[in-house]
C-alpha cells in the first residue's frame, strides 16, 4: 500500500497522520485556524514533531453552511501561507483542500504541492480530474453531495455504504483511465450524511477496502461526535481518539487530524494491538 506524493513513495502499510492547517477564519474548529506567520510556523513545527507525514491546508471552510468565497480570494489565503510553509518546510509533504480545479493548477504549478484534497470528489469542478491528470499529483477523491452550502439537505439513501462505494468505484475508474494512479478514498463523514449515517458508514468501512486504493478516515472534532456526546467541537478530543481507532480496525490508512500527538499514539498502540 503506497502512494507517490512529490516523487517520494509513501508506504502505508502502517498508517499515518496528516495535520490540518486551515488558513481561514470560519472554519468550524475554532483551534485549527492559523493566519499569521507565527502561528502557522508553530502549529507545524509541532506538527512534525508530533510525527505528522504531511499536513493539509485549507483556504476555504467546508463546514455545513459555510460562507462562499471566490477562488481568488482561496488562491491569495493559499498563497500567503504556502510562501511560508515552502520556505521553511522544504522537505515536508503539502496537501492542499481544494475543490476547484483553478486553485489546484496554482498550488502545484507556483509552489509544488503533492497532493489534492478535493471534498467534491470532482463534482464540484467538471475540470478537476482532467487537472489532476494533467499535473500528476496524488488525489484524495471524497464522497459528497450538493455543496457545503446545501449538503446536510442531501442525505436521502437506501443504502448510505454501497451508495458511497458505488460513488467512489465509478470516480476511480475515471481517474484511471485518464492516468491518474496515486488515489486515495476518503468516505466524506460528515458531508451529506446524518449522524446515524455516518456510523453506518464507519462501521461497515471495510467495505471500501473493495476498492483497492488507501483509505483516509477525517472523523477529527466533527459534530458526528459532539452532537452524540453532547459537547462541542473544543470538547472532542476523546470522542476523536475513540472513532479514530476504530477506524484504524476498518482499514483506514490516513488519519486526518487536528492533534496529531494524539493521532499518532493512537496508531502506535493500534500497531501494537494489531501485531502482538
Same mark, same amino acid.
Given at each position: 500500500?503506497?502512494?507517490?506524493?512529490?516523487?517520494?513513495?509513501?508506504?502505508?502499510?502502517?498508517?499515518?497522520?496528516?495535520?490540518?492547517?486551515?488558513?481561514?477564519?470560519?472554519?468550524?474548529?475554532?483551534?485549527?485556524?492559523?493566519?499569521?506567520?507565527?502561528?502557522?510556523?508553530?502549529?507545524?513545527?509541532?506538527?512534525?514533531?508530533?510525527?505528522?507525514?504531511?499536513?493539509?491546508?485549507?483556504?476555504?471552510?467546508?463546514?455545513?453552511?459555510?460562507?462562499?468565497?471566490?477562488?481568488?480570494?482561496?488562491?491569495?489565503?493559499?498563497?500567503?501561507?504556502?510562501?511560508?510553509?515552502?520556505?521553511?518546510?522544504?522537505?515536508?509533504?503539502?496537501?492542499?483542500?481544494?475543490?476547484?480545479?483553478?486553485?489546484?493548477?496554482?498550488?502545484?504549478?507556483?509552489?509544488?504541492?503533492? &497532493? #489534492?484534497?478535493? +471534498?467534491?470528489?470532482?463534482?464540484?469542478?467538471?475540470?478537476?480530474?482532467? =487537472?489532476? @491528470?494533467?499535473?500528476?499529483? %496524488?488525489?484524495?477523491?471524497?464522497?459528497?453531495?450538493?455543496?457545503?452550502?446545501?449538503?446536510?439537505?442531501?442525505?436521502?439513501?437506501?443504502?448510505?455504504?454501497?451508495?458511497?462505494?458505488?460513488?467512489?468505484?465509478?470516480?476511480?475508474?475515471?481517474?484511471?483511465?485518464?492516468?491518474?494512479?496515486?488515489?486515495?478514498?476518503?468516505?466524506?463523514?460528515?458531508?451529506?450524511?446524518?449522524?446515524?449515517?455516518?456510523?453506518?458508514?464507519?462501521?461497515?468501512?471495510?467495505?471500501?477496502?473493495?476498492?483497492?486504493?488507501?483509505?483516509?478516515?477525517?472523523?477529527?472534532?466533527?459534530? &458526528? #461526535?459532539?452532537? +452524540?456526546?453532547?459537547?462541542?467541537?473544543?470538547?472532542?478530543?476523546?470522542? =476523536?481518539? @475513540?472513532?479514530?481507532?476504530? %477506524?484504524?480496525?476498518?482499514?483506514?490508512?490516513?488519519?486526518?487530524?487536528?492533534?496529531?500527538?494524539?493521532?499518532?499514539?493512537?496508531?502506535?498502540?493500534?500497531?501494537?494491538?494489531?501485531?502482538?
Amino acid at each position: 500500500m503506497q502512494i507517490k506524493i512529490n516523487n517520494q513513495l509513501i508506504d502505508l502499510s502502517q498508517p499515518r497522520v496528516m495535520g490540518i492547517v486551515n488558513v481561514t477564519p470560519d472554519s468550524f474548529y475554532p483551534g485549527s485556524r492559523f493566519q499569521k506567520e507565527k502561528s502557522i510556523v508553530r502549529i507545524i513545527e509541532k506538527m512534525q514533531l508530533e510525527g505528522a507525514f504531511m499536513i493539509d491546508v485549507g483556504a476555504y471552510s467546508t463546514r455545513p453552511g459555510a460562507e462562499f468565497i471566490s477562488a481568488e480570494h482561496e488562491i491569495e489565503r493559499l498563497s500567503a501561507a504556502l510562501e511560508i510553509i515552502v520556505k521553511r518546510f522544504p522537505d515536508l509533504p503539502v496537501s492542499v483542500d481544494t475543490f476547484r480545479a483553478q486553485v489546484a493548477r496554482h498550488v502545484v504549478r507556483e509552489f509544488g504541492v503533492g &497532493m #489534492i484534497n478535493d +471534498v467534491g470528489g470532482g463534482t464540484l469542478d467538471v475540470e478537476m480530474f482532467e =487537472t489532476i @491528470a494533467d499535473l500528476q499529483v %496524488a488525489y484524495v477523491l471524497m464522497h459528497m453531495r450538493g455543496t457545503p452550502q446545501n449538503m446536510q439537505t442531501l442525505t436521502g439513501y437506501d443504502n448510505v455504504t454501497s451508495e458511497v462505494l458505488g460513488f467512489l468505484q465509478k470516480r476511480i475508474a475515471q481517474l484511471h483511465l485518464l492516468g491518474v494512479n496515486d488515489v486515495v478514498a476518503d468516505p466524506g463523514y460528515g458531508f451529506a450524511k446524518t449522524v446515524e449515517q455516518n456510523y453506518r458508514l464507519l462501521r461497515e468501512m471495510p467495505v471500501l477496502k473493495e476498492l483497492n486504493v488507501p483509505l483516509l478516515a477525517g472523523l477529527s472534532r466533527k459534530s &458526528m #461526535i459532539y452532537k +452524540v456526546l453532547a459537547n462541542n467541537a473544543e470538547e472532542a478530543l476523546n470522542g =476523536t481518539t @475513540a472513532l479514530n481507532i476504530l %477506524a484504524l480496525c476498518n482499514g483506514a490508512a490516513i488519519l486526518r487530524v487536528h492533534d496529531v500527538k494524539e493521532a499518532v499514539e493512537a496508531v502506535k498502540l493500534f500497531e501494537m494491538y494489531k501485531t502482538s
